[in-house]
């Protein structure tokens, strides 16, 4: 059984997207955190993570947080669903490769960007410009992040970018490449379940 503890409009929309894509048979467990940029929300004593944050995937009696750890535990749990690349398999270096690099590269790049310090400090600039070069390097190439096939990176990267996207460079080849990819379907089954919980699991949580 899987459970996602999911908080609409935060990170964990990226893992109902990847969820939908593989096309698993799972439970959403809507909770509230605390929201950084506004101010809002508090720590949800109903989430299992255990700095209250969003994602969380409980996977029967194993919990499994971090997005990019995620990612790989779904994609290895769902080898048919061909959105990861399994043990042994040509593309494994670049697909582990890539999704740690969304996490310990891209989003504090991306961060220096927002919070300003690529501005200022250089490490910040350079770190921010080898992001942006890394990844549109790859989208020339093309269609997807990791070449022909669409996989859990493109998942954890696009949300990322279409989340952030003014704060990427004007990049004809990042807008197609998020045209693309969010004109798949799982992506609008996801958009549709990130936002309101529905009312019955709403009623069946509160119970
Ligand atoms: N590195 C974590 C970051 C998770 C994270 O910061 N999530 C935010 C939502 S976008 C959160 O839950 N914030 C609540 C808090 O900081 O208390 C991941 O990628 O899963």
Request: proline fraction near 6%; hydrophobic fraction near 45%; charge should be negative.
């Amino acid at each position: 059984m899987l459970t996602l503890f999911h908080a609409p409009w935060s990170r964990s929309g990226r893992i109902v997207w990847l969820m939908e894509e593989i096309g698993a048979d799972y439970d959403i467990r809507y909770v509230d955190i605390y929201r950084a940029m506004s101010g809002t929300g508090a720590r949800d004593s109903a989430n299992l993570h255990p700095d209250g944050k969003v994602p969380a995937l409980l996977h029967d009696d194993a919990l499994v947080t971090e997005s990019a750890a995620i990612a790989l535990y779904l994609t290895d749990l769902h080898p048919n669903a061909n959105l990861g690349a399994p043990v042994g398999s040509p593309e494994r270096a670049a697909y582990v490769t890539w999704l740690a690099w969304t996490a310990g590269e891209m989003e504090p790049a991306f961060w220096g960007k927002i919070n300003g310090t690529a501005e200022t400090d250089p490490d910040a600039k350079k770190r921010y410009d080898a992001s942006v070069a890394r990844l549109l390097g790859a989208l020339e190439k093309g269609p997807y992040l990791m070449g022909e096939r669409f996989t859990a990176v493109d998942v954890m990267i696009a949300s990322a970018l279409a989340w952030g996207r003014e704060y990427v460079p004007e990049s004809d080849l990042i807008d197609a490449y998020l045209e693309r990819v969010s004109a798949r379907p799982a992506n609008a089954r996801a958009t549709e379940k990130d936002g309101t919980p529905p009312a019955e699991a709403v009623a069946a949580q509160a119970a």
